[in-house]
């Protein structure tokens, strides 16, 4: 009981720093891109070696730029899918702000797949200032097994997004044999390596100038 106090103290710290460290508010650069999001993966930062090193899971993470944030609303979310096909509780975690009070920011944003002894993974998605509360995912996924391929979707050079725009940043899958490793912009590519795969799950992102309507 007292290891699983730790344990859990550990994942609540090292997410209060993804959020507090990972944040900051600017002044407008003079020579800021229209664009209304400015994403690179970062699959060697902080974050990761932490996650790595305490044997907590995987996390894809990545840094963002919102020159317009003032006027920016994101949502990023998770779409899972098992055995080839969609699941039907699409999506399993979903993370949406904007609107800040600050004309520019910038931080990191991500997913975290915490490993939960005897079930399956957690999930979390964060963002400066925001996170989603551990939920725990209703396929199984052992993420830690041999037949897990973590592809980030985009580089570490910088990409921008525009208004309305979407973008898958990451994959998680669990394979039972040999895979493609294949472009996952490439909407056939995707397809093929989506039904080879036991489970996969989509990192996406989609960046607008209004929120969302609420259903």
């Not at 730790?6 to 407008?28: D, E, K, P, R, Y």
């Not at 990545?62 to 098992?82: G, N, R, S």
């Not at 039907?88 to 991500?110: A, D, K, R, T």
């Amino acid at each position: 009981m007292k290891e699983q106090r730790m344990f859990w103290f550990s994942v609540a710290v090292c997410l209060t720093l993804f959020i507090v460290i990972g944040f900051s508010s600017q002044i407008l650069p003079a020579n800021s891109s229209d664009s209304l999001a400015i994403i690179s993966a970062k699959p060697n930062s902080d974050y990761n070696q932490t996650f790595e090193e305490l044997g907590m899971g995987v996390v894809y993470d990545f840094q963002m730029t919102l020159p317009q944030a003032d006027e920016t609303w994101v949502k990023i979310w998770v779409d899972a899918y098992q055995s080839g096909k969609e699941i039907q509780s699409n999506p399993v975690g979903v993370l949406s702000y904007g609107l800040s009070p600050n004309e520019y920011e910038e931080g990191h944003i991500g997913l975290a797949l915490v490993e939960e002894e005897g079930g399956n993974p957690l999930l979390v998605l964060y963002a400066p200032g925001v996170k989603t509360l551990p939920s725990q995912l209703s396929i199984p996924l052992d993420i830690v097994a041999g037949g897990n391929i973590t592809d980030y979707a985009i580089g570490m050079e910088d990409i921008h997004l525009t208004e309305g725009e979407t973008k898958l940043l990451a994959v998680h899958r669990t394979v039972k044999d040999s895979a493609h490793l294949m472009d996952w912009n490439d909407a056939t590519a995707r397809q093929t390596m989506i039904q080879e795969s036991e489970t996969a799950l989509l990192l996406k992102i989609k960046v607008a100038k209004e929120m969302p309507e609420t259903k």
